[in-house]
């Protein structure tokens, strides 16, 4: 079988796409192998998780760098380096990343956002798709480039608001959808890299 693609998914918080991904690594004919899980803080849950599920949990901490936000990613791209990380899967990392990061990795880096992009990016998606008055919700994969989640869209799927619904109850159906489109879209992504797309 042909090598599978290294990915390293990066966290902040409890990382269940993280674990989608980690799941979907499983099957036999999956093209990527999650080999690394980092975390820009130490209390992300997600890191106890991936190390449960026998993945090198990496915590790079944003703290002990202070406001040198490069010298952070520099550090972290060293680690990927050793590791022989061929894709970043960005998943819930919640720190803009300089264009350091972003050009050293450009074509290379995917990211979930909570929303139909090009609508509503940044923080508080749901929030702002009820106040809007929206009929439909989502979720985009999409490569990274320097503005934020503004990059190539890669995936998407959409969800109704239903009559009632809050912010939670939006988040929850988005976050369903999210755990099957992001195995999916890093799929069809690293396919294409074995074949020089
Ligand atoms: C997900 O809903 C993801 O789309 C969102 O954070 C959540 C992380 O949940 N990402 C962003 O808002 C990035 N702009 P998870 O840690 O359970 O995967």
Redesign the pocket.
Known sequence: MTQRTKVAVF??????????LVRAARAADCPFEIALVLANKPGAG?LATAAAAGIEPLCVDQRDFGKDRQAHERAIDAALRARGIQVIA?????RILTPFLVDAWAGRML????SLLPHY???D?HARALAAGDQEAG?TVHLVTAG??EGPILGQARVPILPGDDEPAV?LR??AQ?HRLYPETLATFCRGLEQGA
């Open positions: 966290i902040s918080g409890r990382g269940s796409n993280m674990e989608a997600g960005l998943a819930g990392y919640m990211n979930i956002h909570p990016p940044g923080l998606t979720c934020v989640d988040a988005v976050l999210e």
